[in-house]
């Protein structure tokens, strides 16, 4: 079984930093990519960032410039930061892994509230 473990998420002012983290345990192997999305209140879940195994890293438009996807290979671990945070961050984010042959495996994890206000 797999698990994913997401951690950093919380309440900050307009402007402000935080740094999420995601850690995949388990039977895991072959990880082909990890990535964040998010669900803000009302709306759907959408992609913010994700990384290849090879290290290729694709963002969504609107955190261009403002977040960072990185990871550490050894520890199965994605990490997420977030710079010059806006009110329009405020969601669930929510960690996945592709994994497997193919990457042909997904999971995810439990979710953490980001919540941008002052």
């Known amino acids: 079984q797999v698990q994913l473990v997401e951690s950093g998420g919380g309440l900050v002012q307009p402007g402000g930093s935080l740094r999420l983290s995601c850690a995949a345990s388990?039977?895991?192997?072959?990880?082909?990519?990890m990535g964040w999305y998010r669900q803000p209140p009302g709306k759907q879940r959408e992609l913010v960032a994700t990384?290849?195994?090879?290290?290729?890293?694709n963002y969504a438009d609107s955190v261009k410039g403002r977040f960072t996807i990185s990871g550490d290979n050894a520890k199965n671990t994605v990490y997420l930061q977030m710079n010059s945070l806006k009110p329009e961050d405020t969601a669930v984010y929510s960690c996945?892994?592709?994994?497997?042959?193919?990457?042909?495996?997904?999971?995810w994890g439990q979710g953490t509230q980001v919540t941008v206000s002052s």
């Open positions: 996945n892994v592709k994994w497997g042959t193919f990457g042909s495996y997904s999971t």
């Open positions: 388990g039977s895991i192997f072959s990880i082909n990519a």
């Open positions: 990384l290849t195994s090879g290290g290729s890293t």
